[in-house]
């Protein structure tokens, strides 16, 4: 199915991808990613995409497989399923997230005549990989993620050497970053874009990416960059001192891609603001709630928050912010959320879109880890 959402800025592209620094961020510019390149990410099925999901993502996918041409260029993004198990899901609820996903995917606007689109755990050269980086990588590495902590609800200052910290967290769940280090290099990816939360991912997998090259005296694998996108962190509604995130308890917090109008207007209503009366100005520390709620707009607009500032010169208080804020969302989405539920009432049509994908993905990861073997002496 081709995008029907193409009024997106083609401009927003990685200047930077052409800088020798490993992180860069996708920012409007009319650059192009050099040839050859392949743009690799991921997303966990949890269900429905979020705004957060969208903008630190999504988007930025869209993107960068719109903005760029040629042919040579690669864009692979799947669904880490296999990530998903690493706390535990209900088998029916799991399958249902997975579909939602590929929807949301679709309906963001993903276009599969450009992008492969895949399941991770349709392609079980992922979890191969997995294993011979799992060698690789060393507990004091994954030890130092934060991420494994916030899912087995530990502190980010605690360690897998404590008592109780060690017999409550699963060997997946810590080995977490490995099994994603292997869905990157397994594609010998360039480019990976991500939101801000994954960066430490990201350079442990450069790590893991160096030890394997220099292990086997090779430069297989490239050390691929993490594209960040602009707007990098899309905070919670309510509280917006945390991440948007759909574990969120407080349901206002959090804006579906596929929320309705009156589900945008209701949440964005909700939102903590400030008693800061009078015009609308950019400050995370003293206005976080209201600073959000810009980055929100610049982020879905693909204008400077200088520029979104600009724009709101008119506006004198809270409700007209929120007034404003409502309606560039309900425009963004209003259409992802048609067709979403279409795709969603479509089954079949979701199996081919992914059995494609999985055979696409399939022939690159089954060529890739014939010569990883190789290297290792495993062939
Ligand atoms: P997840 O839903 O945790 O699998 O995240 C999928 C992608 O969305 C990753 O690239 C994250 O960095 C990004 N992401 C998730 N939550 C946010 C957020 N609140 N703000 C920006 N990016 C986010
Ligand atoms: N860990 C990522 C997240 O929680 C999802 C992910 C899995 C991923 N494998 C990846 C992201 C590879 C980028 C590249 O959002």
New binding site residues.
């Given amino acids: 199915m081709s995008s029907t959402f193409t009024h997106i800025s083609r401009r927003s592209l990685a200047t930077a991808v052409k800088n020798a620094a490993s992180v860069q961020e996708i920012s409007v510019s009319n650059s192009t990613l050099p040839p050859n390149s392949r743009i690799f ?4 099925p ?1 269900g429905r ?10 988007k930025s996918w869209r993107t960068l497989a719109e903005s760029n041409t040629d042919p040579s260029n690669k864009f692979i993004y799947g669904i ?1 399923d296999l ?1 998903a198990i690493t706390v535990p899901k209900d088998p029916k609820q799991l399958k249902e997230y997975r579909y939602q996903a590929i929807a949301s995917l679709l309906a963001s606007g993903l276009d599969t005549s450009k992008c492969i689109l895949f399941f991770q755990s349709a392609v079980p050269e992922h979890a191969e990989l997995n294993w011979f980086l799992t060698c690789m990588t060393s507990m004091g590495a994954l030890n130092r993620m934060t991420q494994w902590k916030s899912k087995a609800q530990q502190s980010d200052s605690s360690s897998i050497l404590e008592e109780n910290v060690l017999e409550m967290t699963k060997a997946g769940l810590f080995c977490y970053p490995a099994l994603q280090a292997a869905d990157i290099l397994l594609y010998k990816s360039t480019h990976v ?6 960066s430490q991912h990201l350079e442990l997998c450069r790590n893991v990416a160096k030890t394997f090259n220099s292990t086997y005296n090779t430069d297989y694998f490239p050390l691929p960059k993490t594209l960040l ?1 602009p ?6 509604l309510k509280t917006p001192a945390k ?4 574990s969120d308890p407080v349901a206002t917090s959090c804006i579906y891609v596929t929320d309705t109008p009156e589900e945008i207007t209701l949440k964005i209503k909700k939102a903590t603001t400030d008693s800061i009366q009078g015009q609308v100005y950019f400050d995370p520390v003293e206005r976080p709630g209201v600073s959000n709620l810009i980055n929100i707009v610049s982020g879905l607009s693909n204008k400077s928050i200088d520029e979104v500032v600009e724009d709101m010169s008119f506006i004198n208080n809270h409700k007209e912010l929120k007034d404003y804020v409502t309606n560039i969302i309900i425009e963004e989405f209003d259409a992802k959320r048609q067709l979403y539920d279409e795709l969603m009432k479509d089954r079949s049509y979701l199996e081919s879109i992914c059995t494609q994908g999985r055979d696409t993905a399939r022939e690159i990861a089954s060529t890739n880890l014939q010569e990883v073997k190789q290297i290792m002496g495993l062939d």
Wanted: hydrophobic letters at 40%.
């Fill in positions: 990410s991921m997303i966990q949890t995409i979020h705004l957060g999901n969208y903008l630190g993502a999504v880490a990530h874009p991500v939101g801000d939360d994954q996108t707007a990098k962190k899309i905070l919670s991440k948007m995130s759909k």
